[in-house]
Structures are given as structure tokens and as C-alpha cells.
DNA sequence: CGAGAAGTTGACGAACCTCAAACGATGTGG
DNA sequence: CCACATCGTTTGAGGTTCGTCAACTTCTCG
């Protein structure tokens, strides 16, 4: 049961031990959340390094009639923008969906890591790459693909990241937005999400039922949505037999 | 008439004569492209650092079905991912789309750079934040706005890029690209393209015609499309009187 | 002048949204 | 313990947005 942060940074560089040191040391403080707190408001200027550790978190932006749109969703592991701190206020904003647990590093800490070890420095350059993958690819499931497709991609992508991380084991993982959240990541309506979940439900594709995603065929769903996992550039061992991943804790088969 | 990059980067930090000089020192060998060249094919491994000085280059990525999605475009300044030689492969594609001018800084030169001079590696750090803002709002686009919206906050957008560099005076500004592939960017077909276009033209509000992009009433479109330019991160001075940006050679009104 | 590419228009259908109502679960106060 | 409110989910009906198909026009370039 490693720290998923670490779980998730071997996929962008070979960490040695005193690497983990390192950074389990600006891990200590945890913080628990409750579910739709606020980490950090539009407009507000930007905070120490997030780094979440259970549970989901969302980046969102709200248009002038109210409408909200969630952006990003950052899974256990997952930290926001080391260098925001260049920027003088946030262009979006931070909080729990489900009930979660993280850490804030202080950005001095945070500079320290990435100046002094370029080891860290590189898997952290690596997650912010993967960061940006991901948004691109988000981009192209809103604009090309139809809601059942997209959403079957979407959780295609979830279980990944997820997996990627060592969490959600038997053909299924937590997932604790209601539907109108679900909507508001893909673009659509709460009355359509429903419909489009009773239709991946009927066809066997995934069940999406009181905030668990359950896969029976996770092949045959990612045919289904067209997804291909090259873009979040993990190390080939997420794909298949992930019990493997459970046990050989963090060895990776394919070196940089 | 200084270099675009030199304009963007202004934006993100101050930088000094000798800052210049080093990033001029690396544009020196510049490159015409034709239109619709291919740059790098997705899957291809990273390549050097690409800088556009004139026209504009393209991200896009295909799907299985041969429906291809631009995910990002790269106006004069833009330069594509500092840190991508990270990764083994690229997960999507660049191409040119009109006649470009561009240089192609090798990746040493770039690590030089960032590794040296802490102005130049906060300055491009700021750049890779503002290309993730773009992409977050680019899927609020998709994701949250009708067709007639969401064109007219592509236009506000690139109008305030090609500002902030410099480019596209009175009123009006290239965009070499067919209706095709402005629906590729926005998600919609070819035929609803045409249709938004005559009606954002009929309103008054924006034309598109061979390649140009003409806004009668700048206040009038961001209004309609709902754009605020706080994601871009610029400096303050792209709004209102860009006349005054013409003369007044990287004159910047706010200090970082 | 001819051929191909890009733009334009109409008709029709599919995908998706909105409104509205009902249902179930959960929690709260009397 | 029940009444009641609240929140999330579900279902129906009808309208809007947008895609597809197909034809036609205009532009560009050789």
C-alpha cells in the first residue's frame, strides 16, 4: 500500500529509495474533506501544491449564467500545477466531490524537490505532460464522440488512472459524483446522462450505480468508446493481469 | 517589429536586453512551411522544440473512424511542449494549416536555456500554464456553449492572442483555415459551420471570409460569446487601445 | 477553359435539451 | 415513530440544435 503519488510518479521516472524518502516527508499533514468543500475559488490567488490522496477532486469553471463545468478530475495521486504559482489568480476552481484526503505542500517545498533532484523534477514535468494529455483528449471526447461513446470513454480513462495508482480491483472503482456531476464533466444534460446509463447498463457495457462504476468487459467497453490508453503514458503494465501490480509493488517493465 | 515569442514571453516575465538576445540567438534558423505540411505524425517520438513565427500550426488527433479534432492552434509565438521530450511518443499529430514560418530550436539549446536563466525558465513555465488555461477553456467551449457562442469565443480568443503579440490590427485578423477544419476545432459539421457563420454575420457580430476574421465590435462579440480574458494571463495591456501596442515596442503598464 | 476544392442551401432525421412529474432514499423536527 | 422536506434518480412528451445527404454554386489554379 504504497502513497499513490509515488505509485503514480514511477510511471514518469525510475524513483530510488531516498526519492520515496523525500517525498513521504512532505506528505505527512493530511487533511480531511467532506464532500463539495471548496479547496480553492475562481479568482482566488493560487495555494500550496495540492496532492490528493483518497477520494476525487475536480477543477470546474462556471460561465456567467451559472452553468458549471467540471474540467478535470484529479484521482488519488494526482496533484495541481506545480508552477501556478507564477500565475496572480486561478482561472478556475478546486473542490471535493465525494468525501477525500490530501496534502498541501508548501511551494518552497515543492521548488526544493525539483531544484535540487532531478529525478523529481522529471516525473513531476512527466505528470504535467500526462495532465495536459489528458485535457486534450477530454477535448476531443466532447467535440467527436456521442454521449455513450463518451461516457464509456470516460470511465475508460477513470479506471486507468486508476488502476495506474493500484486502486479499484475487480472490475469496478469508486466514483462519487451524482449524475448531474457526470453531466457536467461530459457536457450533458442530468435527464440525458441518466438515459445514456440505462443504455450502457441494457447493452452490458458498465453500471454506474450509487457512485460505483462496475466493467464486466473492459475490452470490450474500450472498443466500444474507441479508447487507447497511449495517451496517458503509463508504463505497459497497466494493461492487463493487474493483480500483478498488487503484489510486485512499483516495478515498472520498460525502463525510460 | 520584435519576435513573437519574445512578445509572448513579455507577458509571463520581465525579460531583460541579455534574455533577448539569448532566445534571438536560437531563432536564427527559420523555416518556410506550405500549407498543410505534416510536422510530427502522433506516435512519432518528440522532436525539437518548434517555435511558429508566422501563420498558424496545428494539434490535432484522429479518431478510428478517420474523423480527425484539432485540439489546439499555435499562432505566432506559440511553441509547442518544452518538456515533451519526456515522452516516448507523441499522442497526437502537428500540422501546418495556412503557408508558416517557423523555427525549430534543438532540444539542448531549450534545456540550456531553462537550466540557466531563471527569468527564461519562469517565462516558458508561465507559457505551458496559459497552453493548459486554453485548454480548459476550449472544453468549457465544447463542453458548456451553442454553436454561435462558441464560435464567437474562438474569435475573441485568437484576437486577443494575436494582440498580445502584436498581429492582426484594425478590426480584423488572418485565420487561414476552411470551414472543414474550423468545424475540427469546434466540434461541428461543415454544414453547421457555414450556417453560424451567416448568422453571426447577419447579426453583425463577426464575418469569416477567405481566411479572415473581421470584428466590427470587439465588446459587442466577447459580450455575446460570454468571453473574459482572464484565462490567457496577459498582461493587462491587451485591452482597449492596441494602437498603442504597435508603437510602443514590448511596453509593458503592469510589472509581474 | 476545365477540374477540383471550398462554400452555400434545402430537406430530413437523429441527438440532445427542457419542462414536468413521479419515485425512492435519506435526514430532520415534532 | 411519523410527517415532511430534500436530494438524487427516473420517465414521458415535445421542442431545439445539430448532423447527414445531396445538390448546386463559387472560387482557385493549372
Chains 1, 2 share one sequence.
Request: charged share 20%; with cysteine.
Amino acid at each position: 500500500m504504497t502513497n499513490p503519488m509515488i505509485r503514480k510518479l514511477e510511471h514518469g521516472a525510475r524513483l530510488t529509495a531516498e526519492d520515496h524518502a523525500t517525498l513521504l516527508s512532505g506528505l505527512k499533514a493530511t487533511r480531511r474533506l467532506p464532500p463539495h468543500a471548496t479547496l480553492i475559488r475562481e479568482g482566488d490567488p493560487p495555494d500550496g501544491l495540492f496532492v490528493v490522496l483518497k477520494g476525487v477532486v475536480c477543477r470546474h469553471k462556471v460561465l456567467r449564467d451559472g452553468e458549471r463545468h467540471i474540467v478535470a478530475l484529479l484521482l488519488p495521486g494526482d496533484f495541481c500545477d506545480v508552477h501556478a504559482g507564477l500565475l496572480k489568480s486561478m482561472d478556475h476552481g478546486l473542490s471535493s466531490l465525494g468525501p477525500c484526503v490530501l496534502t498541501t505542500v508548501p511551494r518552497n517545498v515543492v521548488s526544493d524537490w525539483i531544484s535540487r533532484n532531478a529525478t523529481l523534477r522529471q516525473a513531476m514535468n512527466w505528470a504535467a505532460l500526462v495532465d495536459e494529455a489528458i485535457l486534450r483528449e477530454w477535448l476531443v471526447n466532447l467535440g467527436a464522440r456521442r454521449a455513450p461513446q463518451r461516457m464509456a470513454h470516460l470511465f475508460c480513462e477513470l479506471r486507468a488512472r486508476l488502476y495506474a495508482v493500484g486502486e479499484g480491483r475487480d472490475g469496478g472503482f469508486p466514483l462519487p459524483l451524482t449524475q448531474e456531476e457526470l453531466g457536467q464533466t461530459l457536457g450533458l444534460s442530468v435527464v440525458h446522462v441518466n438515459r445514456t446509463l440505462s443504455q450502457l447498463r441494457q447493452e452490458g457495457l458498465a453500471t454506474f450505480r450509487s457512485g460505483v462504476v462496475r466493467i464486466p468487459d473492459i475490452d470490450r467497453l474500450a472498443d466500444f468508446a474507441g479508447f487507447s490508453p497511449a495517451y496517458l503514458h503509463l508504463a505497459p503494465f497497466w494493461q492487463k493481469d493487474q493483480a500483478a501490480v498488487a503484489s510486485s509493488d512499483g516495478v515498472r517493465m520498460a525502463a525510460s
